[in-house]
């Protein structure tokens, strides 16, 4: 086919072309069987915005972005449908579906640590990822749900989720905990699991990666210009309420402290002596990390240490057992 896909090209045709443009009709609500019709057809049959669906296409199988007159033409609506499907994909089917075929492929239990860190890694990541999507969804996606009703918050804008550094910088964390997720399967993985099925999650993790990195760059490249353009023709409702703040972090920065000594593997004595603590004192703050996180593995406290942020992947030298 041509380099930029066009309404009047047959539906089939594009699917055959690039296997990833599944997703996007799914996502858009459209099923399989449609024949040889065309997009404008099938779009029309569906009720999705034609010009929508092409530009996703476009942008997903070959990097194209619309101009800026066709950015005007583009359903708010549809795209936030379509992003809230990928949410729901994401955590309701792909992530579960992951988690499962590493328990297959390792032995998990708290008797594996290695398999456990492993499970406990993953599912730290995907909690992650449900947080940030809940975010979005209770206070961007709803901010444009108001605009797509003609109303307008005094108190927030596209350009306040845009540059929010707080939000730009969960992508990048999300980045690279799946990073560092990759990097201690590869590394860590115990030789009694079957490689097969080990390989074969591998992939799909690698996959899931992939898409999760063009539904981030749908929402910056495509989703954000056209709610943007939508909020300029609303006016500003003064009665709005500001958004609720974010959870506090869990652990105080001594607790902090004390975490990154344990997962270096220095001894109880090790710590309170860099801390310039008792002993009887790092081993209450241990107690309490162990209750506030319920992780009492030490294999645990470093998954839970990386994934936040407290210390980095290259600063572990081995898994500490004690």
């Known amino acids: 086919m041509g380099h930029k896909y066009r309404s009047y090209d047959k539906l089939a045709e594009l699917i055959n072309d690039d296997s990833r443009l599944l997703q996007v009709m799914s996502r858009f609500g459209i099923s399989l069987g449609f024949g040889d019709k065309s997009v404008e057809e099938v779009c029309a049959a569906n009720y999705v915005d034609v010009n929508t669906f092409i530009a996703v296409c476009n942008f997903v199988s070959q990097g194209l972005r619309p101009s800026y007159d066709e950015y005007g033409t583009l359903d708010v609506k549809a795209l936030l449908d379509y992003l809230r499907n990928s949410h729901s994909f994401f955590l309701d089917f792909k992530l579960p579906s992951i ?13 594996n640590e290695i398999g456990f860190l492993i499970l406990k890694f993953f599912d730290d990541y995907a909690a992650e990822i449900k947080r940030h999507q809940e975010y979005e969804s209770k206070h961007f996606f709803s901010y444009v749900d108001g605009l797509i009703q003609g109303k307008r918050a005094a108190d927030m ?3 306040h989720f845009e540059n929010n550094q707080g939000h730009q910088d969960h992508d990048k964390l999300i980045a690279q905990r799946i990073d560092d997720l990759k990097k201690i399967i590869i590394r860590y993985s115990p030789s009694s699991a079957n490689k097969e099925l ?3 999650a591998l992939l799909h993790l690698f996959e899931f990666e992939a898409d999760y990195e063009s539904h981030t760059l749908i929402e910056d490249t495509l989703f954000i210009p056209a709610a943007s353009m939508m909020e300029s023709q609303v006016d500003i409702d003064d009665d709005k309420e500001l958004a609720p703040e974010e959870p506090k972090e869990v652990l105080s920065d001594r607790e902090k402290d004390i975490l990154v000594g344990v997962v270096k593997g220095q001894t ?3 710590i309170a002596d860099s801390l310039f603590l008792s002993v009887h004192t790092v081993l209450t703050h241990r107690r309490n990390i162990a209750r506030k996180l319920e992780i009492h593995s030490p294999a645990g406290l470093v998954i839970y240490a990386i994934v936040n942020g407290i210390v980095k992947m290259e600063d572990i030298k081995e898994i500490p057992y004690n």
């Open 157 to 159: 804008s596209i350009k």
């Open 268 to 270: 109880n004595k090790e």
């Open 198 to 200: 080990l390989n074969d």
């Open 99 to 111: 988690r499962r075929e590493f328990v297959d492929a390792v032995d998990c239990s708290t008797q």
